[in-house]
């Protein structure tokens, strides 16, 4: 979309020519690129089915859907897949919930890999290895064995955090029949699962710096933490945007596995962990309420683009170099 | 990179708190790794240690005495890794090499095309009914496979490791009367290795922790992956473990289950190999991973 406003003056200034000469021009174009399209064509037209072509499904927010008339056959019904959103209590509290989780997220993760990354870039030789590997572990295992994992240290009758507990003399708690823990038991998970990758990502980003600078800031007499300060944040300025746009993008994206698999999936604590996703998934296959489960997709896709695009929008008035697009 | 003069004070602080820090993460690995290792008695009285009274074998013995689930859900898994990260690493190569070059005309409007699906898509549901209603690809291994096989993610960093492979090699290369399929295969995915090697890695990391297309599209005992083995058997054990429905024979059986430690040594068990492979490839992670060249 931002693309063809952009195209648009490109477009004008080939105007003065007939259209025939335009497309014998293109098919030119399009000869000598041939080799190159072919190259790209099979992700093109994956891309087309699998992503493209489902982006059609989203008319199914308006409409009542039935397996048997498909998703042309089915009738329309204008918002009343909507209407749900501003009755049952649910809507709020899992768009609430994906929300705030998802800020914290972001905010949590960006802050915490950005200090890693710098700690890890004042070292040097064996250890930063060592460290990266560990810190890394937990970012390559499925969220079902963190289920296991957080489940070792949330069980009702043998969870570590619960011996812990008893062992300063108080009372063991029933974690996954609360809900005020979930607040901190999830942004806690998540960090400890992603954090590996978002600091190799900016650590990755840090050794890309042009050694040039550090060298000159040395001369000057520039302190680590000066260098720090003045030279690597403003350089790293750029991927810090752009990941923090692309994580407001998928602001209405809850990560599925941490919120199903991690609170065991089970109602007592759904007022703190329940997310958009999760309840789109029970209302797939579970609750069998297909209609309104498609009108929550559909407002995560059109919110989710309309944040991203405004984002990047207030950045690139801010300054157009960080910008995404 | 700033210089450390043989050790001082900053470095000595930095050096303990990534230490504590990295302990802290790798604790829990630790901690299930023992739990399966204790005795189904300990574990019982006392709860889930990291010294516990009572070491035991019984839960791996347990495991291996009827592995027939468990050896089909590594046939499934590494037959998903296998296909999966093959195609998966040709389609990327394949879609990142033409954008990453400049003098491509199609270059722009592809990106935006590719780019544009991680800001907006259809949702769980059309691509739920699209799967099964139209490709019909429930209970099949396809819908392990496909759905995972091209990420605009891994474009990213596959075009910006292709970015910094030299032009005046391609030049050449047409010089010589090369063709773009035989610079693509013959020198771009070569000089490729680290990049392939990395995002391999992370492809078949994901494949092997596949459970969301197996929650949604597999039903059927033969496809099970290992991760939805797992999930079924933690609700299977508990399943039986609770509920008056089961049989009385099936809950007597039960009673001796080591269920809490088995349940760890089959989450080992699953998760483990993945886990010995990653530290070799390592090396090539930094090198392979150049975010920030998404601008095209």
Known sequence: MANTQLEAPDMKTKKSKSLPGLLSKEWKHLNKNRELLLLAMPGILFKFVIAYIPMIGLILAFKYFRYDQGIFGSKWVGFNNFEFLFKAQDALRIIRNTLLYNMSYIVLGTITALLLALLLNELSGRLIKIYQTTMFLPYFISFVLVGYITNAFLDHKGGFLNTIISWFGFEPHKWYLETTPWIFILPLVALWKGIGFSTLVYYAGITGINTDFYEAARLDGASRIQMMWRITLPLLKPLVIILFILGLGNIFRGDFGLHYFVPNNVGPNFPTTDIIDTYVYRSLTKLGDINSAAAVGFLQSVVGLITVVSANYLVRKADKDNALF | ?296
């Open chain 2, 1 to 296: 990179m700033p210089n450390t003069k043989g050790f001082n004070l900053m470095n000595g602080f930095i050096i303990v708190f990534l230490a504590i820090l990295c302990i802290m993460i790798a604790l829990p690995f630790v901690l299930v790794v023992i739990i399966s290792l204790t005795s189904e008695n300990s574990l019982v009285m006392n709860g889930y240690q990291f010294i516990p009274k009572e070491w035991s074998w019984e839960a791996y013995r347990i495991v291996f005495q009827k592995p027939d689930p468990l050896l089909k859900g590594y046939l499934v898994t590494i037959l998903i890794t296998v296909v999966g990260t093959v195609i998966s690493l040709l389609l990327t190569a394949m879609t990142a090499y033409p954008i990453s070059r400049l003098d491509f005309r199609y270059n722009r409007p592809i990106t935006f095309y590719i780019f544009f699906t991680m800001l907006f898509n259809g949702g769980l549901i059309p691509f739920y009914i699209m799967m099964t209603q139209y490709l019909h690809l429930k209970n099949s291994l396809l819908a392990l496979i496909i759905p995972t096989l091209l990420s605009p993610f891994n474009i990213m960093i596959m075009k910006g490791f292709m970015d910094k492979i030299s032009k005046e090699i391609i030049e050449s290369a047409k010089v010589d009367g090369a063709k773009e399929f035989r610079i693509f295969f013959g020198i771009i995915l070569p000089l490729s290795t680290p990049a392939l090697a990395t995002l391999g890695l992370f492809i078949a990391f994901g494949y092997w922790n596949e459970w969301f297309y197996a929650l949604l599209f597999i039903d059927n005992d033969k496809y099970i992956p290992l991760q939805l083995l797992l999930v079924r058997i933690l609700s299977q054990i508990e399943f039986l473990a609770n509920s008056p429905l089961a049989q009385v024979a099936d809950k007597l059986a039960y009673a001796n289950f080591p269920t809490l430690s088995v349940r760890m040594a089959m989450a080992i068990l699953a998760g483990g190999p993945m886990l010995i492979i990653f530290p070799f490839f390592q090396k090539y992670f930094v090198k392979g991973i150049t975010v920030g060249s998404l601008k095209g």
